[in-house]
């Protein structure tokens, strides 16, 4: 029987402009994933990572049809949510309102619309700050806002390209945390992009490394803790620490 992933890319290449075919910024790539599983992103700056994503989420258009989400390509597919480094939230809508912008083409009723947003404010433990705007809440709260954006949506895949990277350590672990619980509830499958390998063995199900040159392939490592995983406990393991630098030998190749 064919089985069929969530997204599948085949032998993607892709190059920005009239970059040269030896020279294209992601070359033969391929890589599938099923319904809620967590695949992290990592390699050198500038290999490639931002724009995978932004082909995934059909941002950019590669001419080839070498991704499909459930079957179809990018541009037709509206079951992807994306989540940037920086918030990008509208500062003139309140917290409620940036959250309920994520369905508003949607033909839903308002009553429903209220609901999702008010479950998701409490999600992210900002019911208190439902009308404040974005520019009065810290990093961390306008980043929590960006992703019950995104949630809202009930997205089958949800992108984030280095969403935490801004904030700092203790904010950063909340918010692994708060996306392992909203993925838990929501189940999308999550592609998410990071230079913190720790943070991403933590998370992930399997990490690609992307490579930066084209005589090296892309590399994938499943990642085989149980889930829900403890980090501290996780962290002291052997397995960690070889998973670990087997990925950062293949970063550094
Ligand atoms: N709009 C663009 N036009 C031309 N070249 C681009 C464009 N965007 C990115 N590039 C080039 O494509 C390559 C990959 O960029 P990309 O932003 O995808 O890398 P990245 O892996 O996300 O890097 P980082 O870790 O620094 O975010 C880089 O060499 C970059 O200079
Ligand atoms: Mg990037």
Known sequence: MHTSHLLEIKQLSFGYGCQSTDTLTIQNFSLNVNKGEI???????????????????????SSEQSILINGRPPKENHQIAYVFQSPALFDWLTVRGNIEYGVRRRKLAPSIIRQEAD????????????????????????????????LIVKPDLLLMDEPFSALDY???????ELVLELWKDYQPAIMIVSHDI????????????????????????????????????????????????????????
């Open 39 to 61: 695949v992290g992103i990592v390699g050198q700056s500038g290999c490639g990572k931002t724009t995978l994503l932004n082909l995934i989420a059909g941002l950019i258009l």
């Open 119 to 150: 479950r998701l404010l409490h999600a992210t433990n900002l019911w208190a700050y439902a009308d404040a705007y974005p520019q009065d809440l810290s990093g961390g709260m306008q980043q929590r806002v960006a992703l019950a954006r995104a």
């Open 170 to 176: 203790q904010t950063r672990s909340e918010m692994q």
């Open 198 to 253: 720790d943070e991403m063995i933590y998370l992930a199900d399997k990490i690609v490394v992307l490579q930066k040159t084209a005589d090296l392939s892309d590399k994938c490592f499943e990642i085989p803790f149980q889930r829900p995983r403890d980090f501290e406990a996780i962290m002291k393991l052997p397995l960690f620490n070889q998973i670990k630098q087997r990925i950062r030998r293949s970063i550094l190749q």
